[in-house]
C-alpha cells in the first residue's frame, strides 16, 4: 500500500498490479488534498489509510486503474467505498461528472507514459 507523494511511471504501475490482482490497481483519491493511495486487496484499506493521514471520507473516492488499458478503459469508477446516497452517490459507480474529472486530472498528474 502506498500514498504517492511523486508521479510514476506507467511501467511502474504495470509492475505493481502483478502483486495482488495481476492486470489492475485499486485506487483511493482524495479530491481534496489532491492525492492517491493505491495497491491494496480491498479499496477499503486505502480508505483507512488516507483516513489515518488526514483526509475527511467525504472526499476519498475508489476506482481502479488498469495499465495495460489506455482512454476510457484506463480508470473504472467502481468501488464499495462510492455508495454514499447522502451524498447523492447510491452506487458503486461515482456518478457525479465533476468528481470524475477530479479523479481523471489526478490520474494525469501521478500516472505518465
Known amino acids: 500500500?502506498?500514498?504517492l507523494q511523486e508521479p510514476i511511471s506507467r511501467n511502474e504501475l504495470k509492475t505493481i498490479s502483478?502483486?495482488?490482482?495481476?492486470?489492475m490497481v485499486k485506487c483511493v483519491a482524495d479530491?481534496?488534498?489532491g492525492i492517491i493511495a493505491?495497491?491494496?486487496e480491498l479499496h477499503a484499506d486505502l480508505e483507512k489509510a488516507l483516513?489515518?493521514?488526514g483526509s475527511n471520507g467525504e472526499n476519498l473516492w475508489g476506482f481502479n486503474l488498469y495499465p495495460d488499458e489506455s482512454g476510457d478503459?484506463?480508470?473504472e469508477f467502481d468501488s464499495l467505498i462510492n455508495i454514499r446516497s447522502w451524498?447523492?452517490?447510491p452506487t458503486r459507480d461515482i456518478c457525479d461528472p465533476e468528481v470524475r474529472e477530479a479523479i481523471k486530472a489526478l490520474v494525469e498528474r501521478y500516472?505518465?507514459?
Open 38 to 40: 493505491l495497491n491494496a
Open 18 to 23: 502483478k502483486a495482488i490482482f495481476g492486470d
Open 87 to 89: 451524498q447523492g452517490n
Open 31 to 33: 479530491i481534496e488534498l
Open 1 to 3: 500500500m502506498t500514498i
Open 111 to 113: 500516472f505518465f507514459d
Open 73 to 75: 478503459d484506463f480508470i
Open 51 to 53: 483516513l489515518d493521514s
